[in-house]
């Protein structure tokens, strides 16, 4: 059974930068669709990156695109969001999920593991 367990997460002011980190264990594979979802306040869940974990390929949502980069260390089976250029309407909780189905990893893939989220607020 994968078990993720977020971290990083805080409070920063617009302009700042913050990096996510999220440890995941029980994966069976070397190849792993991981990915960052997040939920800000009355506000629904948006996918906001995907990455193919043994593969490299990276998907971004538009309003994170050039701002946000995800990556992942195979070795530390740990998956990093560096969060740049934050905004105040980045404030939501974040949370990483993880999928079997590496060779279709996108942000609609249907993800079967999930952590607990953390919480990140961008102040103005």
């Known amino acids: 059974q994968v078990q993720l367990v977020e971290s990083g997460g805080g409070s920063v002011q617009s302009g700042g930068s913050l990096r996510l980190s999220c440890a995941a264990s029980?994966?069976?594979?070397?190849?792993?669709?991981m990915a960052w979802f997040r939920q800000g306040p009355e506000k629904g869940r948006e996918g906001v990156a995907v990455?193919?974990?043994?593969?490299?390929?990276?998907k971004y949502a538009d309003s994170v695109r050039g701002r946000f980069t995800i990556s992942s260390n195979s070795a530390k089976n740990t998956v990093y969001l560096q969060m740049n250029s934050l905004k105040p309407e980045d404030t939501a909780i974040y949370y990483c999920?993880?999928?079997?189905?590496?060779?279709?990893?996108?942000?609609?893939?249907?993800?079967?593991?999930w952590g607990h989220g953390t919480q990140v607020t961008v102040s103005s």
């Open positions: 029980g994966l069976t594979s070397s190849r792993n669709c």
């Open positions: 999920a993880h999928s079997d189905t590496w060779w279709n990893c996108r942000i609609t893939t249907d993800f079967g593991a």
């Open positions: 990455i193919t974990d043994g593969v490299g390929i990276t």
